[in-house]
């Protein structure tokens, strides 16, 4: 009886239906493998809300005749399919035709913008390298542009800017005496000098604080070895820290353009709500064709082909990126 008794007890166990699962998942596990989407998920809520459903919202609305008289009920605006999208992209016709001047406009302030920012960005973070007395005190000022509130600081520009008594004409003019005439900074051709220089002043400093932070990771070594072979300050920057800088400079390149062509805190508090022709930005220009014109059907639809662009940039650039990661030796 003793003998048997085992064997009945495995027999049944092998029988029993749970037995062929094998062992269960503990709760345990399950509770931590969820907790990271748990945490997560706030902050993707609050993604949706803030992103997502205003840019579906901006979708839909550039397909519909949303003018003034639909404002307190935009969803009874009657549809008007891929019209506002032939209105803006009509290059021939005013409306297309002022857009396609704002995005050329865009373009050049962009690229000049990051350019200079870049550049003078490295060579600040290259030179800090150094050791020297008041190194500290300088980088503070340096970050004195970025770490300012943009309306402060874009308002202080706009009267260094005035045509009367501002600072930018009482050094050019009257102290240095570059210029016949005090210039109009704030309306004409000058405007675009004028945007451009507020948008590298506040800008290069961003540039500097991540191209001396990716300096640091470049070991003194290589510099010092470069050295006694008899490499100069130019052959190391080139041979040396642009190579080893190649992943920061990528993404920093691409958020400076991001940033740059959909700026329009800086246009905006200059020029008001209409921009000089030179300077009229296209995040101001859509601006103005939504809530000056009220017509928010086109402007959203302006909005739109933004984001593609945009998009497509975006994604061209990641892709040659990736590709030069991947050829590089």
């Known amino acids: 009886m003793t003998a048997t008794a085992p064997a009945a007890e495995a027999t049944v166990r092998k029988s029993s239906p749970g037995a062929a699962r094998g062992p269960r998942r503990r709760p345990g596990r399950i509770r931590r493998i969820g907790l990271p989407y748990?945490?997560?998920?706030?902050?993707?809520?609050?993604?949706?809300?803030v992103h997502l459903v205003p840019m579906v919202i901006g979708i839909v609305m550039s397909f519909k005749e949303l003018?003034?008289?639909?404002?307190?009920?935009?969803?009874?605006?009657?549809w008007a399919g891929f019209d506002n999208y032939s209105v803006s992209v009509d290059f021939d016709a005013p409306v297309g035709?002022?857009?396609?001047?704002?995005?050329?406009?865009?373009?050049?302030?962009?690229l000049l913008s990051v350019g200079l920012c870049?550049?003078?960005?490295?060579?600040a973070a290259v030179f800090m390298q150094d050791t020297f007395r008041g190194r500290g005190l300088l980088r503070a000022l340096f970050?004195?542009?970025?770490?300012l509130p943009?309306?402060?600081?874009?308002?202080?520009?706009?009267?260094?800017?005035?045509?009367?008594?501002?600072?930018?004409?009482?050094?050019?003019h009257d102290q240095l005496g570059i210029t016949d005439k005090p210039s109009f900074w704030l309306i004409g051709d000058n405007s675009f000098i004028a945007l451009l220089t507020v948008s590298v002043w506040k800008g290069w400093p961003f540039a500097f604080l991540i191209v001396m932070a990716g300096l640091q990771n470049i070991p003194r070594e290589l510099y010092e070895a470069a050295s006694l072979d008899g490499a100069g300050m130019l052959q190391?920057?080139?041979?040396?820290?642009?190579?080893?800088?190649?992943?920061?400079?990528?993404?920093?390149?691409?958020?400076?353009?991001?940033?740059?062509?959909?700026?329009?805190?800086?246009?905006?508090?200059?020029f008001g709500k209409t921009?000089?022709?030179?300077?009229?930005?296209?995040?101001?220009?859509?601006?103005?064709?939504?809530?000056?014109?009220?017509?928010?059907?086109?402007?959203?639809?302006?909005?739109?082909?933004?984001?593609?662009?945009?998009?497509?940039?975006?994604?061209?650039?990641?892709?040659?990126?990736?590709?030069?990661?991947r050829t590089a030796p």
Not at 143 to 147: D, F, G, H, I, T
Not at 150 to 172: P, R, S
Not at 286 to 312: E, H, K, N, R
Request: hydrophobic share 55%.
């Open 118 to 123: 870049w550049l003078i960005g490295t060579a």
């Open 150 to 172: 943009v309306y402060a600081a874009v308002i202080t520009w706009v009267f260094m800017f005035q045509h009367d008594n501002g600072l930018v004409n009482h050094v050019l």
């Open 143 to 147: 970050l004195v542009p970025y770490a």
């Open 275 to 325: 921009a000089p022709e030179a300077a009229d930005l296209i995040s101001v220009h859509i601006y103005q064709a939504s809530f000056v014109t009220w017509d928010f059907g086109t402007g959203s639809a302006m909005s739109v082909l933004l984001l593609l662009f945009l998009l497509a940039v975006t994604g061209v650039y990641l892709a040659l990126t990736s590709r030069g990661r």
């Open 38 to 49: 748990l945490l997560l998920l706030p902050a993707l809520l609050l993604e949706l809300l």
């Open 97 to 110: 035709k002022a857009l396609l001047d704002s995005f050329l406009v865009t373009i050049a302030f962009t």
């Open 67 to 78: 003018t003034q008289f639909y404002i307190r009920d935009w969803g009874t605006a009657p």
């Open 236 to 270: 190391q920057v080139r041979r040396i820290t642009l190579p080893s800088l190649r992943p920061v400079n990528q993404v920093l390149v691409l958020v400076l353009f991001l940033w740059t062509f959909n700026d329009f805190n800086t246009p905006y508090v200059m």
